[in-house]
């Protein structure tokens, strides 16, 4: 069998994981990545989150009952860049970023899997719930896994080909409460440890304090106006807002209104009623192919998730450019959001998708 470094979060998904493998097996290696930077230490240990302290030592502990070699590896410098950096960035461009779509495919897989293969492993695992196939074209992809409203194969649309052919998800295969029930039957320490929700690197879920502490910087108020440009009132910074928002805006209208667009430019948030957060078209950009290697000018009808939570709409999509995707909804959705992705299937498998702009 093949020698695998699984990538253990602490939690019952990525600990079933090596568990399994391990029965199948494989020469199994855990390894946690340590991600954190070194300011506020203890908000990092009181809250945890996929790989705080707390995660190490219950990965560590699990390891332990499994028999496994265990490792900490530091990617500091690769979350730091290809998470952090990115998350301020984006913000700041009055867009919303997706953190865990960025760490999956610059950290949990290029990086991990780059130090993996010099240590001799051949594959790499986690315990995301999601299936990977080879299909007849001979491309890999993802397939929707067998756990209902637990399905992560929108956060991980972005593996290139090359991750996908070296990585593992035996989670995939199992509902949650199979995979609860598992870890309970081998008295695994974290059987019942409750999944983690928020963003890891703001425990707090203060997006606005992070990144002015992280750059330094006042977010400048600016108007919010109508979609005829008329001044409604003043907003704090487009930093506390994305699309679709109605929380929050501190806006006497006398009814609910809600976030329509973002305007860095001219630091306007524009202001809408509720029908004007819905439209029936989106453009993306910065494409990743997966079940296909492109449209090749032809048009293709679609489900199109356009966030983590959304349960898909029917749309027809074709290429628009070199690197730009278009797509028509058959019925208007709820708040397209600049920075977030839509990712394209056919039935349960991934096609690609890309980051909307």
Known sequence: MSKVVVGMSGGVDSSVAAWL??????????????????????????????????????????????????????????????????????????????????????????????????????????????????????????????????????ALYNLTQEQLSRTLMPAGAYTKEQIRQMAKDQGLLVADKADSQEICFIPDQDYAGFIRRERRLDPEPGNFVDLDGKVLGRHKGIIHYTVGQRKGLNLSMGRPVFVVEIRPKTNEVVIGEANDVFTDRLICDKLNWMATDGLHGEERQVTVKIRYSHKGARGVIWETGPDQVECRFLEPVRAVTPGQAAVFYDGDYVIGGGTIC
């Open 21 to 154: 493998l391990k029965q199948q097996g494989h020469e199994v290696i855990g390894v946690t990545m340590q991600i954190w930077q070194d300011e506020e230490p203890e908000l990092v240990e009181e809250k945890g989150g996929c790989c705080g302290l707390q995660a190490v030592e219950d990965a560590r502990r699990v390891a332990w009952q499994l028999g496994i070699p265990y490792y900490v590896m530091n990617f500091k410098k690769e979350f730091k860049t290809h998470v952090m950096d990115y998350f301020t960035d984006e913000y700041i461009r009055g867009r919303t970023p997706n953190p865990c779509i960025a760490c999956n495919r610059y950290v949990k897989w290029e990086a991990l899997l780059e130090r993996s293969l010099k240590i001799g492993a051949e594959y790499i695992a986690t315990g995301h719930y999601a299936k990977i196939e080879k299909l007849e074209n001979g491309r890999f992809a993802l397939k929707k896994s067998a756990a209902f409203g637990k399905d992560q194969t929108y």
